[in-house]
């Protein structure tokens, strides 16, 4: 998803599409390092969008953490590695807000990064992130001066539209939501059942802006971003700038999808994190701000979601 709308940017901003090198997985295997050198040493990019990982919501995460750690650690190792074997000079790492503390003060600033205990039901994603912001500081403390090297890590909060993973069981809020009632609509069901309590904040950003943001981040003057980072607190936190609680957004889906039955809520299932709001002053100081509220971005992901997933339903 994300990888997709970068490359739209990246057209949309005048990169010729043969500029533009892209893998899907099934053309390469990131956890696989021989292949991810091979690929290096076949491309030669000039600067790398890390923008692959294994994603899912509360239900995934649970189920396969140690898919979760292991897939995202090896993958996140292997690119950074032969990036830099290969002599990239720019590479941009993409986190998630799951990095902050279950407990962070709200607003998340960058400065709460390892300041509590994360949120058990998606820790092992969480470490893997938190290890990937760590592994591109640590390359630019020792070879940023020898070799010119600046890798730089932005972490979104919760992000949807298209391109997005609809799966029943392992996808995230907004394309579980869409799907739900999407189903419902066409059964003509009177009711929706949400898991939790519907109460939990969140935050949501329409995928295109998180590429525009991370164009605009990689794209920054070195002086520049050193002024707003530390070498050991390098991330950028990348957020719409207020949240919605749970119930509030099942709403606003079932509305865009026309859905016109009741909601209800399991409070026997898990809430996961009360909230998770990100703190994003310092890339609006750095010059950008979204620009697609929910529910335009809510009936551009679900005119997605028909065009690609309803054929096969």
């Given amino acids: 998803m994300v990888g997709s709308a970068i490359v739209r940017q990246l057209l949309a901003a005048g990169h010729p599409q043969s500029h533009i090198v892209t893998r899907t997985h099934a053309d390469l295997d990131l956890t ?16 790398v969008y890390l923008a692959a990982a294994r994603v899912g919501g509360i239900h995934a995460n649970n189920t396969y953490p140690a898919d979760f750690i292991y897939d995202n650690l090896t993958m996140q ?3 950074v590695e032969a990036a830099f074997r290969h002599g990239v000079k720019r590479l941009l790492f993409l986190g998630s807000s799951c990095i902050y503390p279950r407990m962070a003060p709200q607003p998340m600033a960058e400065e709460a990064l390892l300041t509590g205990p994360l949120e058990p039901t998606n820790e092992p994603y969480a470490i893997a992130k938190i290890a990937g912001i760590k592994l591109c ?21 919760n992000l949807y539209g298209p391109g ?20 419902a609509r066409i059964a003509k069901s009177p009711v929706v059942t949400i898991w939790g309590t519907g109460t939990p904040m969140r935050e949501f950003l329409y995928v295109d802006d998180m590429a525009a943001a991370s164009v605009h981040v990689m794209n920054l003057p070195k002086q520049l971003f050193d002024q707003y980072t530390l070498p050991m607190l390098s991330h950028i936190n990348v957020g719409w700038g207020s949240d919605i609680s749970i119930a509030d957004l ?8 026309g859905f016109e039955g009741s909601i209800q809520f399991d409070t026997s299932k898990p809430d996961g994190t009360p909230r998770k709001l ?3 002053r310092r890339i609006h100081a750095l010059g ?9 971005g809510l009936s551009r992901a679900y005119a997605d979601f028909l065009n690609t997933h309803v054929p096969s339903l």
């Avoid at 696989?32 to 600067?47: G, N, Y």
């Avoid at 500081?137 to 909060?157: A, L």
């Avoid at 997005?164 to 189903?183: C, T």
């Fill in 164 to 183: 997005d993973n609809y799966h029943p069981e392992n996808s995230h809020v907004i394309p579980a939501l869409i799907r739900r009632f999407h189903e």
């Fill in 77 to 79: 190792v292997n690119v």
């Fill in 32 to 47: 696989d390092q021989l292949a991810v050198r091979s690929f290096f040493a076949e491309e030669q990019p000039e600067q």
């Fill in 288 to 296: 950008w701000r979204a620009q697609t509220d929910l529910e335009s």
């Fill in 278 to 280: 990100m703190d994003s």
């Fill in 137 to 157: 500081e640590s390359y630019n403390r020792q070879y940023g001066q020898s070799h010119g090297i600046d890798y730089r890590s932005v972490m979104p909060t």
């Fill in 250 to 257: 099942a709403r606003a889906v079932s509305r865009a999808v």
